[in-house]
């Protein structure tokens, strides 16, 4: 993997749903390499670079679900991911199918740079992942070095 290549991580604890976003973002012509963790606690672990993930990618885009397994959920590793200086800059889209005008409005305000609502129905679930997949090939996203700034 190249040093400055972007590492997406999701963070979904329905296998089923994590199969078919990577499917997804390869139709859409995203080739990054996409790992996955099903609970907070690992996202976590994985995003600080602890634990057997000392060794992660210097560059990530993070694909969280609120409703994950274990005890911490979606919203708090949001707000830790956003409160440390090493890893605010990392992007954060939430991925999940609470669609709740309150959940919406404490993501963004936890810091949040996207919330995408995942359709019930499953051909709409794979269009919306689609779509995600195309404005994801031709975002920008910050530098490995932009948290030292």
Known sequence: MAEDSVTIL???????????????????GITNHVESIRDGEG??????????HERRANRLLVLLDLNIAGSIDGFEVL????????TRHIPVIVLTTADDPRDIDRCY??????????????AAFSESIERLGMILSVASLPSATESQL
Do not use: M, W
Not at 10 to 28: K, M, N, P, W, Y
Not at 43 to 52: D, I, P, S, T
Not at 79 to 86: D, G, W
Not at 109 to 122: E, I, Q
């Open 10 to 28: 999701i963070v979904d604890d329905d296998a089923g749903h994590v199969e078919l976003v990577r499917r997804h973002l390869r139709r859409a």
């Open 43 to 52: 996202a976590l672990e994985y995003v600080f670079g602890r634990g057997h």
């Open 79 to 86: 707000r830790q991911v956003k409160s440390e200086r090493s």
């Open 109 to 122: 305000h936890l810091g949040c740079n996207a919330y995408v609502t995942k359709p019930v129905d499953p």
